[in-house]
């Protein structure tokens, strides 16, 4: 398995960023996928699942201000952030469910990407 992020940047609190999670070495169009994300000096925090039919849930936190979405043709996930706040700042991370179905919240993942980087400053 292997999950490459990327889209991360820095951005003035109000903006947006897409970031795209290209995933390889397993049948992708069969398993959820994640975001989850980890603030400097805090736990990792469930932010998005999207299921292997295209239903997607958000955490509170973003919910309203982001998108999830998946191109089983590309092996590929999406988060689309919009109205970027400062707490939005994290290494977020695409992680590989163990099924096909989402487990809202949950932070365990065995398979997890190396991270992109999202800064909200100004």
């Known amino acids: 398995v292997q999950l490459v992020e990327s889209g991360g940047d820095l951005v003035q609190p109000g903006g947006s960023l897409r970031l795209t999670c290209a995933a390889s070495?397993?049948?992708?169009?069969?398993?959820?996928m994640n975001w989850v994300r980890q603030a400097p000096g805090k736990g990792l925090e469930w932010v998005s699942g999207i299921t292997a039919v295209g239903v997607d849930y958000y955490a509170d936190s973003v919910r309203g201000r982001s998108t999830i979405s998946r191109d089983n043709a590309k092996n590929t996930v999406y988060l689309q952030l919009n109205d970027l706040k400062t707490e939005d700042t994290a290494m977020y991370y695409c992680?590989?469910?163990?099924?096909?179905?989402?487990?809202?919240?949950?932070?365990?993942?065995?398979?997890r990407g190396q991270g992109t980087q999202v800064t909200v400053s100004s």
């Open positions: 992680a590989k469910d163990q099924t096909n179905w989402v487990e809202v919240g949950s932070i365990t993942f065995p398979n």
């Open positions: 070495g397993f049948t992708f169009s069969n398993y959820a």
